[in-house]
């Protein structure tokens, strides 16, 4: 699949100099950059490579005043990196929803609806009374359980299981081995000891624009549902736990775990394999570090570290105290020691 220079213009709204018929036909790396290529440049120290790139298309800053002559067609624009990624996404729906028709073998109840320009992949599987919108693609081994609502422009890629009752909007990302709507952790301790399983008869609530990473599971709600508001990312192998509620554009890195009923609010940023304890809420804007471990609620900005985490600036507070500890208890033996050895009053 092959672009111009004009069309990438157009599509990014910059302004070509150079030969708007040169071809691209993939994205690389400006200094490893090759004919056929297309790449960006908006890190000053890379610009000695703009000089030298064998790249057939360059996307550079509207500002930037070139030193030497470049070879590339060149598309300026005001901010190179966030059209460069704007780029790569295009050439991923692309690259995603050429896929159409319906692979063999594979199953599709008779009550399914699928919608326009839907693929369905090898062994995958649709129950009963399914909805799926318009250019849906579904990759093989998908599991997609009754009573289930798929909104247009979603993908599911391989292997990923959709229990019954989940709700998924559009333009969602559904990546490889998630699991979405299985039960919640909830177990009743008996008078013996042992535990009895408490049913979970809710589900799951995914709005649009939301992707979830390969091996993450968002068990479904005991009665409601668990929410994942839109404009959510989750990264890889994350555990969202029964009746938990995320915020739109809230963004999880991987290992993180939230408890179940914790509500995380909008626009949060909390980092790898952080714990979030059940029943709590985190307040709108917050920033979590990773590893750290929030166990009651938190006010709305706050950035926040450490388990049981604090105040981000107090931790580093606290901390540069910690790690001179051992310099003052030597400290502290010294002094001890000439105390000891002062001479004594007759």
């Given amino acids: 699949m092959e672009f111009t220079a004009e069309q990438i213009a157009a599509l990014l709204g910059g302004k070509l100099e150079g030969d708007g018929n040169q071809r691209v036909h993939t994205l690389q790396p400006i200094e490893s950059a090759l004919e056929g290529s297309i790449t960006f440049l908006s890190n000053p120290k890379y610009e000695p490579h703009l000089y030298t790139t064998q790249a057939s298309i360059v996307i550079i800053s509207q500002q930037l005043e070139l030193k030497k002559a470049v070879t590339a067609a060149v598309i300026r624009v005001e901010n190179p990196y966030a059209s460069f990624t704007a780029l790569l996404e295009e050439y991923q729906k692309l690259i995603a929803f050429q896929k159409t028709g319906i692979e063999s073998p594979s199953f599709i109840h008779e009550s399914a609806q699928l919608g326009r320009e839907t693929y369905v992949g090898a062994f995958a599987y649709i129950g009963q009374n399914v909805k799926i919108g318009n250019q849906v693609k579904i990759y093989p081994h998908v599991y997609i359980g009754d009573n289930i609502t798929i909104g247009s422009n979603t993908i599911l890629y391989p292997g990923a299981k959709l229990y019954s009752g989940t709700k998924i909007g559009s333009y969602c990302t559904i990546q490889a081995g998630a699991v979405i709507g299985s039960d919640g952790f909830g177990f009743a301790p008996q008078e013996d000891g042992s535990y009895k399983a408490i049913p979970q008869l809710g589900n799951v609530v995914i709005e649009d624009h939301v992707d979830i990473g390969a091996n993450t599971v968002i068990d479904c709600a005991t009665f409601d549902s668990t929410i994942i508001r839109k404009g959510v990312k989750l990264d890889n192998l994350i555990q969202i736990a029964h009746n938990v509620e995320i915020g739109e554009h809230?963004?999880?890195?991987?290992?993180?775990?939230?408890?179940?009923?914790?509500?995380?609010?909008?626009?949060?940023?909390?980092g790898g394999q952080v714990g979030v304890a059940g029943h709590i809420q985190i307040a709108n804007r917050s920033k979590i570090q990773a590893q750290s471990g929030i166990s009651k609620a938190n006010i709305e900005g706050g950035a926040w570290y450490g388990s049981p985490g604090?105040?981000?600036?107090?931790?580093?507070?606290?901390?540069?105290?910690?790690?001179?500890?051992?310099?003052?208890m030597k400290r502290i033996e010294q002094l001890e020691e000439k105390i000891l050895n002062l001479p004594t009053k007759e």
Avoid at 250 to 270: L, M, P, R, Y
Wanted: hydrophobic content about 40%.
């Fill in 310 to 328: 604090i105040e981000y600036s107090n931790y580093v507070r606290s901390y540069s105290i910690f790690r001179k500890l051992p310099d003052v």
């Fill in 250 to 270: 809230t963004a999880i890195a991987a290992q993180s775990g939230i408890a179940g009923s914790a509500k995380v609010g909008k626009q949060c940023i909390i």
